[in-house]
């Protein structure tokens, strides 16, 4: 991981005019220092010369003969000092009046295979959560006059779609999602029997997974989740005090009671995938930790996950700047436990860290936030297909059909819209090869456009992204080990 050992760039002449500071965010770790380059979206360790160059060009200019001399003083040879010079230029730590604009991340081909479907199997839910961001106050879905349900023959023609659609993957993912997924849990059953099949003439592999309130657990439809292999991440925020504020019965009931004995059903019998939860973070639901703890230690979940709720900013649920303060804490709180635990060669359920630090180790370097419209679409209850699930149902974002295929012309104008390219506010940002502005379906809510940038989580992103740099720079010095044997899990 030393940049001046490791590189294999070569540059060409040294250029004319005064070299200036160029792209990159630097952190230390472990008493070590480190470069995240934007341009690449990788981790380099720098050794003491690189640090006393960058030191020096800081908030200035520099000319080649006098970082030369910078370096030379630092024990490099002068053959040295140029080779330095060039590897520096070629990752763009460094630039003249010459330097081009930084490349941007490769736009995928407009027929970038799918590898995976979101099918919302109903529109229906048996709770009336007050932060629902497909039917509450911020609701972009239009549902009146379409189909409840999905039909069969829908739900067929979709896995067909996919694996039409899916090119020369080898793997292809399905994601059952609603409304609450099983109240059509008979159509569940079909298409995994159906989508097997099919997969298995084309010779392709398949998985599955589902999202859940977890209301309509049984025993049997548990054994089936295990029998397939069907991972489950169940919206759940907390214990019945946090879960019944917002999580409710359309009678204003509490869900809790009903699911807690269902959880710990599903996650003592549930033994080929993992069951992980995901909690919506509002106003007065900050306590991050606390959360964590009943979700982790005493339920037992294998993995915790955080977001803050979709909404446009207005609604009572809001979390304020005070609570926000609260969950990043409490983020910091988890973070340090997660590094605890790798250090240490053990995994740890906080599935912010695991998310990022699994980028880190890919080298990210995104083009849009997420896969929507790219590898991933939403199919709705009508068989229409958008972006991803959150826009299911929604008039205004439907890319094609699948008895018809993709509108291409849709796709194509929603990725221009979403290309980080395109958001003029991320261009001066270190974070946005992780990022790349934020999830579209919270800049339409919030802006009215899929393409804006979420200016509103700048500032966390850039915080939270730091701190997982520091981890994986503390792994990268004390337990490499653990970064590989984590990428092995995670199948990275």
């Not at 829908?154 to 609450?180: C, K, M, Q, W, Y």
Request: net charge negative; aromatic share 8%.
């Amino acid at each position: 991981m030393n940049l001046v050992q490791t590189s294999v760039l070569r540059g060409d002449a040294a250029g004319t005019g005064d070299f200036r500071q160029g792209e990159y965010h630097a952190f230390e770790a472990a008493g070590r220092p480190y470069l995240y380059l934007v341009g690449a979206g990788a981790v380099f360790e720098i050794d003491p010369a690189v640090r006393a160059l960058l030191d020096r060009i800081e908030g200035t200019s520099l000319s080649h003969a006098e970082m030369v001399a910078v370096l030379a003083a630092r024990g490099q040879s002068s053959a040295e000092a140029e080779e330095l010079i060039h590897e520096l230029r070629q990752v763009r730590v460094i630039e003249n009046g010459r330097a081009l604009p930084a490349p941007a991340p490769e736009t995928p081909p407009a027929n970038f295979p799918l590898q995976a479907l979101v099918l919302n199997v109903t529109n229906q839910c048996n709770l009336a959560c007050t932060y629902c961001y497909e039917f509450g106050a911020d609701k972009i879905a239009t549902p009146q006059g379409k189909p409840k349900y999905m039909t069969k023959e829908t739900a067929r023609a979709s896995v067909d779609l996919l694996l039409a659609e899916s090119g020369p993957r080898n793997a292809v993912h399905i994601t059952f999602f609603g409304g609450e997924t099983l109240m059509n849990f008979p159509l569940l059953r079909d298409v995994v029997d159906y989508a097997n099949g099919q997969a298995a003439v084309l010779g392709k592999a398949i998985t599955y997974s589902l999202t859940t309130n977890a209301t309509l657990l049984t025993d049997p439809i548990i054994a089936f989740l295990s029998d397939n292999a069907i991972g489950v991440t169940v919206s759940i925020d907390g214990p019945a005090e946090i879960q019944d504020r917002h999580r409710v019965y359309r009678s204003g009931k509490g869900s809790y009671a009903v699911i807690e004995p269902r959880l710990r059903a599903l996650i003592a019998s549930h033994r080929t995938r993992a069951v992980t939860a995901r909690v919506t973070l509002t106003e007065g639901v900050t306590d991050v930790v606390g959360i964590y703890r009943h979700l982790k230690d005493d339920l037992g979940f294998h993995e915790v996950g955080f977001a803050p709720v979709t909404q446009s900013g207005e609604r009572d649920y809001a979390i304020d700047g005070m609570g926000m303060d609260q969950v990043l804490a409490g983020f910091h709180a988890l973070a340090d436990e997660w590094l605890d635990h790798a250090l240490r060669g053990l995994m740890h359920g906080f599935s912010n860290v695991s998310e990022t630090i699994g980028e880190l180790i890919q080298g990210v370097n995104k083009s849009h936030p997420c896969g929507a419209a790219l590898g991933l679409m939403g199919v709705s209850p009508s068989g229409d297909l958008s972006p991803c699930h959150r826009f299911t149902d929604a008039d205004t974002h439907t890319m094609g059909h699948v008895s018809s295929g993709i509108d291409r012309t849709a796709q194509k104008d929603f990725l221009d819209r979403g290309h980080v390219e395109a958001k003029y506010d991320c261009q001066t940002c270190w974070a946005r090869p992780l990022c790349a502005g934020g999830c579209h379906h919270e800049a339409f809510v919030r802006y009215g456009d899929t393409g804006h940038a979420n200016l509103h989580y700048c500032d966390w992103i850039r915080e939270w992204t730091d701190r997982c740099l520091h981890i994986y720079g503390e792994l990268a010095a004390r337990n490499p080990s653990f970064l590989e044997r984590f990428a092995e899990r995670k199948g990275l």
